[in-house]
Each structure stands twice: as structure tokens, then as C-alpha cells.
T-cell receptor, first 113, second 109 residues
Framework: DGGITQSPKYLFRKEGQNVTLSCEQNLNHDAMYWYRQDPGQGLRLIYYSQIVNDFQKGDIAEGYSVSREKKESFPLTVTSAQKNPTAFYLC????????????FGAGTRLSVL | DAKTTQPPSMDCAEGRAANLPCNHSTISGNEYVYWYRQIHSQGPQYIIHGLKNNETNEMASLIITEDRKSSTLILPHATLRDTAVYYCIALYTGNQFYFGTGTSLTVIP
């Protein structure tokens, strides 16, 4: 089945640790996105990538980093510089940049130990 | 992009139509209205979008007022699986999406 796979579903981070969230898509989409969602809140854009080897900061990029070495993969690293990382992280993709239909993964819930 | 206003929560009886309103009084002529929904602890799912005309697909209908200042998403026969947060977004094509807090719809058996 085509879709977006995020892993792990749950992740725990220790103080000072970097953690990486995986996002893989087999939809052959050019654009990919990372969003953060806090409890009871909407989604906020962290980073996006329009094509391979290119990515741009969203509204809340500080403390996060990404790479886009392959079309199907867009991993997100939550660095130790992100002081409040506890949130629900969602990855999405679309056929092109800011296309109407974005397809979302099931999300990764990150907590701090 | 236009600001949208939605009621924070609504209830609907199972099998009845769910009508979810959205106000976008500052919308401009080239801004589309999009609807997504998010079932608890899952990623959002696209439902429908429109510019001026009413739209219908297998999931829902979208009714946009003639002055385009408001719209209504209609789920014709709500089921328990339609319980979710529904997001109404108005923006120019090519701009990034901003998902607000939406309307939490509860379908009651």
C-alpha cells in the first residue's frame, strides 16, 4: 500500500540527547513536511523540502535539523538545543510544493525522560 | 491568507447530517477553502476543497456562501468513525497550510 511511514510511534529523549524521527514515503511525492503538534493545539510547520537535497525552515525550526538525501526519506533530528521537545510530530508529503492534498503519517509521540 | 473561525466543539447524532460551519470573512477572491480532519492521535486527512462553487465528493459536501465569507462542511450521514477534529483553512494556492485548533466533532450513538 502506498503511504507515509513514521517510526518509531513513541520515543523518549534524555537530557542533552539528540534523537532522530524517521519518515519514509512510497508515493513518489516531491515535497515533504514536518509538523509539530502540542496538546489541544493546531499544527506548526518545522521544516519542508520541495525536492531532493533542498529544504527550508518553517515557523519553528530552531532546535531541529533535517536532511533530504533521497526522495522517499525526510528524517527529522530533534537536537539538545530544543528545550521543550515533548510533542506529537507529524510528517507529510504532497505531489508538489504546497499542493492541496497533503498525506500524513501516523505520527511520532516524543517525550522527555 | 485569511483567518478562519470555527466553533470549538459540536455534537451530532449518529446517522444524522453533521454541518460544520467556518467563518472566513476576510477571504480574498483567489483564496481556496480547504477542509481536513484529524482523528485522535493520527495524522490529518484531506476531505475537500473549493473556491466558489459547492463541491461534493465521496466523503463530504462543501457549501460556500455567495459572498464567500463563510462555508459549511456537510457529512451527510455521520458515523462514530467521523468523530474527529475538523480544520477549515483558507489560503492562496502555493502557500503553506496553517492548521488552527478546528472543531472537535463528537458523533453520539
Amino acid at each position: 500500500d502506498g503511504g507515509i511511514t513514521q517510526s518509531p510511534k513513541y520515543l523518549f529523549r534524555k537530557e542533552g540527547q539528540n534523537v532522530t524521527l524517521s519518515c519514509e514515503q512510497n508515493l513518489n511525492h516531491d515535497a515533504m513536511y514536518w509538523y509539530r503538534q502540542d496538546p489541544g493545539q493546531g499544527l506548526r510547520l518545522i521544516y519542508y523540502s520541495q525536492i531532493v537535497n533542498d529544504f527550508q525552515k518553517g515557523d519553528i525550526a530552531e532546535g531541529y535539523s533535517v536532511s533530504r538525501e533521497k526522495k522517499e526519506s525526510f528524517p527529522l533530528t530533534v537536537t539538545s538545543a530544543q528545550k521543550n521537545p515533548t510533542a506529537f510530530y507529524l510528517c507529510a508529503s504532497s505531489r508538489g510544493w504546497a499542493q492541496v492534498i497533503q498525506y500524513f503519517g501516523a505520527g511520532t509521540r516524543l517525550s522527555v525522560l | 491568507d485569511a483567518k478562519t473561525t470555527q466553533p470549538p466543539s459540536m455534537d451530532c447524532a449518529e446517522g444524522r447530517a453533521a454541518n460544520l460551519p467556518c467563518n472566513h470573512s476576510t477571504i480574498s477572491g483567489n483564496e481556496y477553502v480547504y477542509w481536513y480532519r484529524q482523528i485522535h492521535s493520527q495524522g490529518p486527512q484531506y476531505i475537500i476543497h473549493g473556491l466558489k462553487n459547492n463541491e461534493t465528493n465521496e466523503m463530504a459536501s462543501l457549501i460556500i456562501t455567495e459572498d464567500r465569507k463563510s462555508s459549511t462542511l456537510i457529512l451527510p450521514h455521520a458515523t462514530l468513525r467521523d468523530t474527529a477534529v475538523y480544520y477549515c483553512i483558507a489560503l492562496y494556492t502555493g502557500n503553506q497550510f496553517y492548521f488552527g485548533t478546528g472543531t472537535s466533532l463528537t458523533v453520539i450513538p
